[in-house]
């Protein structure tokens, strides 16, 4: 298996539980990210991890609380979500700058729907 | 305040015709720029990019043209192609980011090539 994959594909969870989003790349990249695409808006970046460390997390409700345990899994954990934080979750890697330029590589993503 | 526009939502071509993507930036310091494809229900894929010390980037059918002066870069792709037919985003990174994978996206543009 190669690339990056997310899981699962689709959610549906209500208000009060919780439930994680997992992502996995097996492309040795050291920078992973989180990225949410709402109906009729362009992808927003959520947060940003460099070897395991977050070095971004762009204004987002703690909620949302992202996990890096290696360079390789990136997790989303989601508690007490509100409907309208029901969106396309995309994880995404690509090597750190200053190591050649590379694009980053996309997940399939996760349809999150709350209820 | 959006960096990184798409003006047109849509663009609908004829088949073997030239399709042109159009993209404008108001941030100075991104400098590579990107362009992906989307399927519904898939995540982006990469395209093709281009780094802000070229004024184009060919790949096949793809090339990508960048005006800095005018802050505004493009998407060539011809011959056209049914199967091109998807979302195009246009994104940009730099702007003192240390990821290759930290992307303003903008808000993309449905493209339709007929039969």
């Not at chain 1, 695409?37 to 362009?42: L, R, Y």
Request: net charge positive.
């Amino acid at each position: 298996e190669t690339g990056v994959t997310q899981t699962p594909r689709h959610l549906v969870m209500g208000m009060t539980n919780k439930k994680s989003l997992k992502c996995e790349q097996h492309l040795g990249h050291n920078a992973m990210y989180w990225y949410k695409q709402s109906a009729k808006k362009p992808l927003e970046l959520m947060f940003v991890y460099n070897f395991k460390e977050q070095t971004e997390n762009n204004s987002v409700p703690s909620r949302f609380s992202p996990e890096c345990p290696n360079s390789s899994h990136l997790f989303l954990h989601l508690h007490t979500l509100q409907p309208e934080d029901s969106a396309l979750y995309l994880c995404a890697s690509s090597r750190a700058r200053g190591r050649g330029n590379t694009e980053a590589f996309f997940g399939q993503g996760t349809r999150l729907t709350v209820v | 305040d959006q960096q990184v526009k798409q003006n047109s939502p849509s663009l609908s071509v004829q088949e073997g015709r030239i399709s042109i993507l159009n993209c404008d930036y108001t941030n100075s310091m991104f400098d590579y720029f990107l362009w992906y494809k989307k399927y519904p229900a898939e995540g982006p894929t990469f395209l093709i990019s281009i780094s802000s010390i070229k004024d184009k980037n060919e790949d096949g059918r793809f090339t990508v043209f960048l005006n800095k002066s005018a802050k505004h870069l493009s998407l060539h792709i011809v011959p056209s192609q049914p199967g091109d037919s998807a979302v195009y985003f246009c994104a940009a990174s730099g702007a003192g980011g240390t990821s290759y994978g930290k992307l303003t996206f903008g808000q993309g543009t449905i493209l339709t090539v007929h039969p």
